[in-house]
Every structure is written in C-alpha cells, then in structure tokens.
T-cell receptor, first 110, second 113 residues
C-alpha cells in the first residue's frame, strides 16, 4: 500500500492562475516533506520542503502547506507559468529513506 | 560541482541479456539510492546505501537484480537476465543525510525487447 498518495494524475491550469497540487500520507510519524519537479528526459529536481514543526513554507511563487491532523500537504504555485509544466512528486523522509508519491502532471496553458 | 552522473543514458537490449547501469554520486555525499520510474508505479525505491553499505534492498524486485557500491564514488545496478518488464527509467540519487535533500541523476532509460 502506498505511503504517499497523489490522487490526481494530471492537472491543467491557465497561465497566471493558481496551481494546487495535493498529497496525502499515511504515517503520522513522518516529519519532513519535499516536493520535486521533473521535466521529460531529466531527473527530478528539488523544489521546496517543509518540516512538521511548520505549517507553511514559502519560496517565491511556491508555497507548501502542511496539515498534520489531516496528514495532507499541498503545493501552491502562484502565478503559474508555462515553464512550470512538469511532473510534480511529493516525497517524505522515512528514516534514511525517501518515499515518493506517484506524481501529478501539471500542464500550464498559455 | 558535477551532479550525479549516470551511464548509459539509453540502453536497448534483448531479453536474456545482462544489463549494467552505472552511477557516480556527488562527491561528499554518503547515501546513494537507486529508483525505478514506471507509468504504473511512479518512483519506486530499489535499494539504498549508506557509507557504501546496503541498508535496504527490499525494493529489489527479484534475484535478477543486484547492486554494488565498491567505493564512495561508484555504484552499479545489474540485471541478469533482463526481461521486457524491466523496461523503465532507472534513477540514481545521492544525499548527505543532514541536508535532507536528494539529488538525482538524469536517469538511464532501459528498453528490453
């Protein structure tokens, strides 16, 4: 059973609007979460992270929100740009290991 | 600084052949991970090493898969014999644990005919 879930395989958003990517996890002991972005034919690259002692972390256009009681996090991209079109993976640290969700493909339409 | 380096970038082989994928982690990193990406399962962990020692290989699908890390700057993932269902993109990644971030290579796309 997947420990990290991204229930939307794909998302399309108009340029300039907000993109919201969601992620759910099963283990309440997880305490560090990351988002990775992946372009075709490239490896995933780190985007933003959040520790469980926070409920929000912001970096430019990217904000990650963590709701520990719901075991849910989300990535907000505002405003969305065509260059943001990629697959986004949610991940968590489980001890020394990193566990990834299946990914959400974001398409930002010009 | 060079990132994680993987070779080959693309490999096409026939069923039953041996495949060896190679990885050079970022210098100074003490953990190395092998992931496989498929459409159905996304990014799944195969094995990871800490200070060159295999820590968790529970994700290795079968005995046909083996991984080694003879030193801090090199790792291999071997599939023998290969099967069509092994076709996927294989990623190597490294990290320095305290930083809590994983750095990926560009991947090796394997096609087994």
């Amino acid at each position: 059973d997947q420990q990290v879930k991204q229930n939307s395989p794909s998302l399309s958003v108009q340029e300039g609007r907000i993109s919201i990517l969601n992620c759910d996890y099963t283990n309440s002991m997880f305490d560090y979460f990351l988002w990775y972005k992946k372009y075709p034919a490239e490896g995933p690259t780190f985007l933003i992270s959040i520790s469980s002692i926070k409920d929000k972390n912001e970096d430019g256009r990217f904000t990650v929100f963590l709701n520990k009681s719901a075991k849910h996090l989300s990535l907000h991209i505002v405003p969305s740009q065509p260059g943001d079109s990629a697959v986004y993976f949610c991940a968590t640290k489980d001890g020394q290991n990193f566990v990834f969700g299946p990914g959400t493909r974001l398409s930002v339409l010009p | 600084d060079a990132g994680v380096i993987q070779s080959p970038r693309h490999e096409v082989t026939e069923m039953g052949q041996e495949v060896t994928l190679r990885c050079k982690p970022i210098s100074g990193h003490n953990s190395l991970f092998w992931y496989r990406q498929t459409m159905m399962r996304g990014l799944e962990l195969l094995i990871y090493f800490n200070n060159n020692v295999p820590i968790d290989d529970s994700g290795m699908p079968e005995d046909r898969f083996s991984a080694k890390m003879p030193n801090a700057s090199f790792s291999t993932l071997k599939i023998q014999p290969s099967e069509p269902r092994d076709s996927a993109v294989y990623f190597c990644a490294s990290s320095y644990l305290r930083l809590g971030e994983l750095f990926f290579g560009e991947g090796s796309r394997l096609t087994v005919l």
